[in-house]
């Protein structure tokens, strides 16, 4: 290689060495200007706020109700237990109490006198249906009568139950079909109901759109700097102030009507309160002066019984002494007349005692049946038991004539029945369908005003947030023509939505 070459690469070389600081001076500045400097100048949302149809909170979130939430809702095993522990309470008091009274009876039955004690009842078997009527003749006296008379009513009950399932099938199959033509006809009459609602709607948003329109149109376009009550010309979701009063005076006025009722409640009950005590005072008075009457009467008789003296006379005297209450002077004045002995004096006094302390009596035998015995008794009343009667008396042709006639008119009474029960099904059906159709017709106004209400909910926040930022001017006309534009798009196609 010659002088020469060497020489041009040396000088290649010092060159880059050279300009190698100046290329390092370049990146670095672009880095900071681009990663810091930049990053020193804040950045601006106010395109995607814009956009997404962003406002201020209308709310904020409370911390302190979310944490007594939580905390409310947290398990507390105390408060779980409680409500098994007082069950648990309460079920084994209540043993301990049942245990305690049926051992204090049985200590009561070694001391209380027999005729202090309760009384005894009869075991009374009421057979009420035909079937087990039917059985328990067979079962009693198996004749051929008896067993025939059984597998008659058997066969009529089958025949019975048959004949009763075809007509209730009948009649729910006929109002299932009918059901079925009066909610079609139903739901053919909804569709101008349906369609009227729904073209209420668009007629609200189209409404809103309009007015819209004016209010940006007057905002944006204004010659004068005066502020003016804009949202005046549209419907506020609160309400007006003379609303909100008179509102206020509504609930005012039904406040003093609930306040007049709780008076006028709470002084009829103290008026009836006071004639219930002048009521059960009076009933004392008149229930003393008929027992002082009846006292009287009673002496009197006893007197004028006693004034013969016959010994005939002394049952009837002791019933009086017993009615009466009479005490031992009056008992013992009274017999002296009769001449009696001292032990029969004493024998009645003693029956006088012992009707003052029993307050049981025996049950008729007739009614009760008689105690420590099982009676069986029957209470017929189907068509059945007289087919019964008709089958072990075939003899008798009036047992035949009451069987088929009760027969044919039970028969003829439940198909009346049920066909009646049917009509009254299916005017029902009717009149509530057409109830519901002309329910129907009247929400409509409320669901189209409540569409309206939910609309404006959602779009007044966003024209309160337009007017603010048009009034404070720190955007231009055609930033607020976009947020204007992006306003009507939501009010079009924004929530609560037509087509729901």
Not at 279 to 288: D, L, Q, R, V
Not at 329 to 341: A, G, R, V
């Amino acid at each position: 290689m010659n002088l020469t070459a060497l020489k041009v690469i040396k000088a290649k070389q010092t060159v880059t060495k050279t300009n190698t600081p100046e290329i390092n001076s370049t990146l670095k500045g672009v880095l900071i200007n681009t990663h810091v400097k930049n990053n020193e100048k804040s950045i601006s949302f106010d395109d995607i706020q814009d956009s997404l149809l962003m406002h201020a909170p209308t709310y904020t979130t409370k911390t302190t109700l979310k944490n007594e939430e939580a905390k409310e809702s947290s398990f507390n095993i105390n408060k779980a237990l409680k409500p098994l522990l007082a069950a648990t309470a309460l079920i084994v008091g209540g043993c301990f109490a049942m245990s305690a009274i049926l051992k204090k009876s049985s200590q009561n039955l070694l001391t209380t006198r027999s005729f202090e004690q309760l009384p005894d009842l009869a075991v009374n078997m009421n057979i009420k249906e035909e079937p087990q009527f039917a059985i328990y003749r067979a079962i009693r006296d198996p004749n051929f009568r008896n067993i025939m008379g059984a597998a008659a009513i058997f066969i009529m009950s089958g025949i019975t139950i048959g004949c009763k399932n075809f007509v209730d099938g009948a009649k729910e199959i006929w109002l299932k079909k009918q059901s079925a033509d009066i909610e079609r006809e139903l739901q053919e009459n909804l569709i101008e109901v349906e369609t009227n609602s729904f073209s209420g709607k668009l007629d609200v948003v189209n409404n809103m759109l309009t007015e819209n329109v004016k209010f940006f149109d007057k905002l944006l376009n204004k010659k004068s700097d005066t502020k003016s009550n804009i949202f005046s010309e549209f419907i506020s979701f609160k309400g007006t102030k003379k609303e909100e009063d008179s509102a206020q005076k509504q609930k005012n006025i039904k406040n003093i009507k609930y306040t007049a009722l709780i008076l006028g409640v709470i002084l009829g009950a103290i008026a009836l309160g006071k004639f219930s005590i002048s009521n059960i005072k009076k009933t004392a008075k008149f229930s003393e002066e008929f027992a002082n009457g009846f006292a009287e009467k009673t002496i009197d008789a006893i007197n004028k019984m006693s004034e013969s003296a016959k010994k005939e006379d002394i049952p009837t005297i002791t019933e009086l002494f017993k009615s009466i209450c009479a005490k031992p002077e009056f008992i013992k004045t009274t017999c002296k007349k009769y001449n009696l002995t001292e032990n029969e004096i004493s024998s009645i006094i003693s029956a006088v005692e012992e009707s003052k302390k029993t307050i049981f009596a025996d049950a008729p035998t007739a009614l009760g049946g008689i105690p420590k015995k099982i009676q069986y008794y029957c209470y017929i009343d189907e068509n059945r038991g007289h087919l019964y009667n008709w089958i072990l008396n075939p003899e008798n042709k009036f047992t035949k004539y009451i069987f088929g006639a009760f027969t044919i008119s039970s028969a003829i009474g439940y198909l009346f029945k049920q066909g009646m029960d049917a009509l009254k099904e299916m005017t029902v059906l009717r009149e509530n369908a057409k109830t519901e159709l002309n329910l129907r017709k009247r929400l409509v106004d409320v669901e189209i005003e409540n569409f309206k209400s939910k609309k404006q909910s959602a779009i007044n926040p966003l024209l309160e947030q337009f007017e603010k930022e048009a009034l404070q001017g720190t955007k231009s006309k055609e930033e607020l023509k976009q947020l204007a534009d992006n306003i009507l798009m939501e009010t079009k196609n924004g929530p609560p939505y037509v087509y729901t």
